[in-house]
């Protein structure tokens, strides 16, 4: 197997023929740039005070907070990090909910549970199914969804998924995509057919680390997923999200390329909405040693907080990757985000289509909507279902 791998694997840093580029954005390389010269050792504990006793928060400032030296510091952070998400967010916290609608994909990733080599119940919904998922999510009462699929163009094309856009926008007042990343034009589509925005996880930026975990598929072109954000703005999503997989790599460098990538393009773009998640590793089926590399909830909650306080107008989402008590922690500090009643398998929702296909990863808070809109009134905080109005 892996010899035949070997000689069909294809240049990762090379576009395929289908794929739009770029020419004129140089932000994937400065980016990498800026990433690869990231010494996160020079940093002193005098600098990361320094970055919280500043009222706006620079780059550098960002590089500090993600050190090892802000590590004592994390009480401070978290403060500043609760701060700043008042100012701008209040005490609101918004819920949705994530939709899988297919699992097929054409990708090897070896740390993801829908890799083409994993044997797994695949599934892909029709549209009746689809309309029945998404009036179970709606009868709980929330008003925003993640649609979500495997990221395969042959059994999840574009039509496919804008039909599941229109579905859903006569259910819900905000819907976003989690799916392959495409062409401006096909995002355009998207976008007409109901979508607001787009979330696309680079796992990690390090394009060496990326070519051994990604072994076939479309998703090995590094450059096509890293410009992936842009190409969604330029087609007119309202909002894009941005994520490494915390854990493939070294994560300090991942947060900062992923919050550099993000600033850059809101300096470039200023109407798009900006929005971070902050995956960890979860084991998979057939593989559940999968865990993070060196990313414990310390490392996890000084990520987060750095990410507020570098860019404060950022929604920031804190995923059932989590456990409960963890989730429930952060969004007092920075996390304003947050998803309920979450089946990571397809067709779960409803009792009418039980459960079709295998999910993704395993999740670790499975609360229904009820029981994490009471804990967020628990702490406090304002659960807000949507803040979208269309007219």
């Not at 009222?55 to 990090?81: G, K, N």
């Not at 787009?198 to 096509?224: M, W």
């Not at 499975?366 to 979208?388: F, K, T, W």
């Amino acid at each position: 197997m892996s010899e035949v791998l070997e000689e069909k694997r294809i240049d990762h840093m090379k576009y395929l023929p289908d794929m739009e580029v770029l020419e004129d954005s140089d932000i994937m390389d400065q980016v990498i740039g800026r990433m690869n010269h990231y010494d996160y050792e020079k940093y002193a504990e005098a600098d990361v005070r320094a970055a919280l006793a500043r009222r706006e928060c620079t780059v550098e400032d960002f590089e500090a907070l993600l050190s090892p030296a802000a590590m004592p510091l994390l009480e401070e952070m978290a403060q500043r990090a609760q701060e700043e998400t008042r100012k701008h967010f209040g005490n609101s916290v918004y819920m949705f909910t994530p939709l899988y609608i297919a699992n097929y994909c054409e990708n090897y990733c070896i740390y993801c549970g829908f890799n083409c080599h994993n044997q797994i119940r695949r599934a892909k919904l029709n549209g009746e199914q689809i309309e029945q998922e998404m009036k179970a999510i709606a009868e709980t009462g929330l008003q925003e969804i993640l649609l979500l699929t495997g990221e395969s163009r042959k059994m999840s094309d574009v039509k496919y998924i804008g039909e599941a856009c229109k579905i859903a926008r006569k259910y819900f007042k905000v819907i976003g995509l989690e799916v392959y990343p495409m062409n401006s034009d096909e995002y355009a589509y998207l976008h007409e057919c109901g979508a607001d925005y787009v979330t696309v996880f680079q796992e990690t930026y390090n394009s060496d680390k990326y070519e051994t975990l990604h072994l076939a598929g479309h998703k090995r072109i590094f450059p096509y997923r890293v410009n992936a954000q842009e190409r969604a703005i330029r087609g007119g999503m309202r909002g894009v999200g941005f994520a490494a997989l915390l854990g493939l790599d070294d994560f300090r460098k991942d947060a900062l390329a992923t919050g550099y990538h993000a600033y850059l393009l809101q300096r470039k773009y200023p109407h798009a909405e900006i929005a971070f998640s902050c995956p960890r590793l979860r084991p998979i089926i057939n593989n559940d040693k999968i865990n993070p590399k060196d990313v414990h909830e310390a490392q996890l909650l000084q990520v987060i907080t750095a990410y507020r306080i570098f860019m404060p107008f950022a929604n920031i989402t804190i995923s059932t990757r989590e456990c409960a008590r963890v989730r429930d922690n952060v969004i007092k500090m920075g996390a304003t985000k947050i998803s309920a009643g979450v089946s990571v398998g397809i067709g779960e929702h409803s009792e009418e289509n039980e459960n079709v296909g295998d999910g993704q990863f395993e999740i670790s808070d499975g609360r229904n909507v009820e029981e994490v809109y009471q804990a967020i009134c628990h702490q406090g905080l304002q659960p807000v279902m949507s803040d979208y109005i269309y007219v």
